[in-house]
T-cell receptor
Framework: GAVVSQHPSRVICKSGTSVKIECRSL??????MFWYRQFPKQSLMLMAT?????????EQGVEKDKFLINHASLTLSTLTVTSAHPEDSSFYIC???????????FGPGTRLTVT | AQKVTQAQTEISVVEKEDVTLDCVYE???????LFWYKQPPSGELVFLIR??????QNEISGRYSWNFQKSTSSFNFTITASQVVDSAVYFC???????????FGDGTTLTVKP
């Protein structure tokens, strides 16, 4: 149990386009989902906290208009990188927190390359 | 503010050696969780262990063992009789129980040579 999926696993896009990444909790309801970003050979940095039915809370330095987060249901959160640039190329990882618990389960990550 | 420090950036050992990965954390919370994750080259985070702040018992799982000491704010991870497949980046993380978001250390790259 407690599986989190991400789609796509890899995506290549051209500079200036937008890319949507999905994070799904497959067998549980997630009231909270977290989005992390990991640059090569670096640690995971929290970008934002997404709560179902409300606006996401962004960490300092993360542009909310560039990284649009939508937590439309208890099993799905999406991260849209708008007007992507090469410096947005990174590994994006989501995690989901089941309702009523302090557990956290990570997705397999999405590798974004912007050319 | 929370902080996790993994002082060892890279460690290289020969197969069958024991190796300990250090993790020191800072938090003002009295209730929190500590984690270790393994990240192989594929990138997917593999959960290894979760420990809450009230449970200081050391844990052993096969070749893996963890030493949690609140007095020194450390949560060290030991791999006994290392194997080549243990080669990966290992992250220590700290989570606030209320907010749930995790703070990660910078990771330790472990290379186990045959």
């Amino acid at each position: 149990g407690a599986v989190v999926s991400q789609h796509p696993s890899r995506v290549i896009c051209k500079s200036g386009t937008s890319v949507k990444i999905e994070c799904r909790s497959l067998d549980f309801q997630a009231t909270t989902m977290f989005w992390y970003r990991q640059f090569p050979k670096q640690s995971l940095m929290l970008m934002a906290t997404s709560n179902e039915g409300s606006k996401a809370t962004y960490e300092q330095g993360v542009e909310k208009d560039k990284f649009l987060i939508n937590h439309a249901s208890l099993t799905l959160s999406t991260l849209t990188v708008t007007s992507a640039h090469p410096e947005d190329s990174s590994f994006y990882i989501c995690s989901a927190r089941p309702r009523g618990t302090n557990e956290q389960y990570f997705g397999p990550g999405t590798r974004l390359t912007v050319t | 503010a929370q902080k996790v420090t993994q002082a060892q950036t890279e460690i290289s050992v020969v197969e069958k050696e024991d190796v300990t990965l250090d993790c020191v954390y800072e938090t003002r919370d009295t209730t929190y969780y500590l984690f270790w994750y393994k990240q192989p080259p594929s990138g997917e985070l593999v959960f290894l262990i979760r420990r809450n702040s009230f449970d200081e018992q050391n844990e052993i799982s096969g070749r893996y063992s963890w030493n949690f000491q609140k007095s020194t704010s450390s949560f060290n991870f030991t791999i006994t009789a290392s194997q080549v497949v243990d080669s990966a980046v290992y992250f220590c993380a700290l989570s606030n129980t209320n907010a749930g978001k995790s703070t990660f250390g910078d990771g330790t790259t472990l290379t186990v040579k045959p």
